[in-house]
């Protein structure tokens, strides 16, 4: 069974940083691409960055490119996502998904598009300006 376990949010004044963790396990963790992606109130939710475990590629939407880095360590099974530069419009749950890269690929899923199979419960993130 796949287990995604994000931690990490919190309260942050804009300008500052946090460190999101994914915790994954019950997967072949090389074979797939793990996602962060976020959702504010009222809003859809939209891919914020994308690693693929095995080739370490990464994709990262515009409005972060530049501040947030997304990085795996492969021997914990964790991913995790690096915010500097926090404005308030970063503000929403952020949650952490997964899917085996083949699959997305057959499927024709991008990187940042939300149809990943598995989801974590999502943490908080609250920019204050």
């Known amino acids: 069974e796949v287990q995604l376990v994000e931690s990490g949010g919190g309260l942050v004044q804009a300008g500052g940083s946090l460190r999101l963790s994914c915790a994954a396990s019950?997967?072949?963790?090389?074979?797939?691409?793990i996602g962060w992606f976020r959702q504010a109130p009222g809003k859809e939710r939209e891919g914020v960055s994308c690693?693929?475990?095995?080739?370490?590629?990464?994709y990262y939407a515009d409005s972060v490119k530049g501040r947030f880095t997304i990085s795996s360590d492969n021997a914990k099974t964790t991913v995790y996502l690096q915010m500097n530069s926090l404005k308030p419009e970063d503000t929403a749950v952020y949650y952490c998904?997964?899917?085996?890269?083949?699959?997305?690929?057959?499927?024709?899923?991008?990187?940042?598009?939300?149809?990943?199979?598995?989801w974590g419960q999502g943490t908080q993130v609250t920019v204050s300006s």
């Open positions: 998904a997964a899917d085996n890269l083949a699959s997305l690929v057959q499927r024709g899923v991008g990187p940042l598009d939300d149809d990943f199979g598995s």
């Open positions: 690693i693929s475990t095995g080739e370490g590629e990464t």
């Open positions: 019950g997967f072949s963790f090389d074979d797939y691409a």
